[in-house]
Nanobody, 121 residues
């Protein structure tokens, strides 16, 4: 069994900052991609940022220059530093990872439970 646990969400004013964390635990041999997605009320879930095991990153255009994704492979943890937050960033943020386990061998996509970020105007 593997799981992802997010933390760091909350209420912040426009222009403020938050740092989200997502820690993977369980039967982990390796983790390939680790991503952050978000889902605003009444909207579909969307990819916000992604990072490979080698550290290559990709961002949604609306967050470029404001958000930074990073990961600590030794801790099986991914972070999302969010600066200059806007009301339109309000959403539930979900961590996603592709995790390889051994004994038994298994490759699975895992989602966290989500953490709410609210940006007040």
């Amino acid at each position: 069994q593997v799981q992802l646990v997010e933390s760091g969400g909350g209420l912040v004013q426009t222009g403020g900052s938050l740092r989200l964390s997502c820690a993977a635990s369980g039967n982990i041999f390796s983790i390939t991609s680790m991503d952050w997605h978000r889902q605003a009320p009444g909207k579909q879930r969307e990819l916000v940022a992604a990072i490979t095991s080698g550290g290559s990153t990709n961002y949604q255009d609306s967050v470029k220059g404001r958000f930074t994704i990073s990961r600590d492979n030794a801790k099986n943890t991914v972070y999302l530093q969010m600066n200059s937050l806007k009301p339109e960033d309000t959403a539930v943020y979900y961590c996603n990872a592709v995790i390889v386990s051994r004994q038994p061998y298994r490759v699975q996509e895992v989602w966290g439970q989500g953490t709410l970020v609210t940006v007040s105007s």
